[in-house]
């Protein structure tokens, strides 16, 4: 082989190499997007619009969701047939606990708790596309060692499974936000806090993949947690062009679970947060901050872009 040609192989090596870089690089991070709660149209008027408008969004990102209601949220009759509809569109439907309770409180014991995924249980395993996972409400698996592993128990003895998340975001509190913000002249500032939260999105998101790259030394298949909610219904496409864009590749909800992170029982109490959380707390990660998202870490960020409804500001 003479010199020419040495050079040209070599070439050819490393672009080879360049180009399975940047597509481990390109997709280096997965996620999967879930949406707890659900919407009432008894309560709230424009509830069948907005799970509408978020159903459409998802279909126009080609996106497999996954939906975990509460009765406390949802009602009756009008609200639990909008879950149905997620559940004729393809999504998956999980249990959210029919009252919305805390196990972390003081107040609830392990078979009240119980008989809150029961009732959840009865009003939506019908569905087709039922599965039965359960998202812990305010994620937080609770405040003893018994009722935690009271819990576990009862999950592997009735054939369930925890739905833990790895991304948690409090986009409820941008929610509360948007819908605030329904003055005329507050349209700019809706488009400001859409490019807010949409962002807020993706440092949650990295912040998580980097606390799991230390404490798993791997990215999992994450799972975010978000809401039937407003904001998400006028924002599905940004969120998803914006997380594509970045390097981000979607997967469904029941993909993302069977990665092995979604196991993991974490000696923590009180129990729950993100998985990635509890994991890192129990591996000694220092600095955690508790809770690990809530509104008084978005606050003051979102006054200082004068985003806040106008009775805040
Ligand atoms: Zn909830």
Known sequence: MNGVARHANALRALAVLAFCLCTSLVHAQTLALTFDDGLDPDRQPQAAIWNQQLLDGLAAARLTAMIFPTLTKTGSVAGRALV????????????????????????????????????????????????????????????????????????????????????DTSDWYFNDLWLALDQPGDTDRRTALQRAYVAHLLTRADYYD????????????????????????????????AFRARGWMFVSPAKAFADPLYR????????????????????GEPALRYPAEDAIYEEPPLRAQGLLPEAAR
Request: aromatic residues 6%; positive net charge.
């Open 84 to 167: 149905a509809d997620w559940s004729r569109a393809g999504h998956d439907v999980g249990n959210h606990t029919s009252r919305h309770r805390n196990l972390a409180s003081k107040k609830l014991t392990l078979a009240e708790f119980i008989a809150d995924v029961v009732e959840a249980d009865q009003a939506f395993n019908a569905l087709p596309t039922w599965r039965p996972m359960l998202r812990f409400p305010y994620l937080k698996e609770g405040d003893t060692a018994e009722k935690r592993d009271g819990m576990r128990a009862w999950l592997r003895e009735h054939g369930y499974r925890p739905a833990p998340v790895s991304i």
């Open 210 to 241: 980097q606390l799991a790259r230390r404490t798993l030394n791997r990215s999992p298949l994450h799972v975010m947690l978000l809401h039937v909610n407003a904001i998400n219904a006028a924002t599905i496409a940004q969120i998803a062009d």
């Open 264 to 283: 993991a029982t974490p000696n923590t109490l009180p129990a729950g947060e993100s998985v990635v959380w509890a994991l890192a707390k129990e591996a």
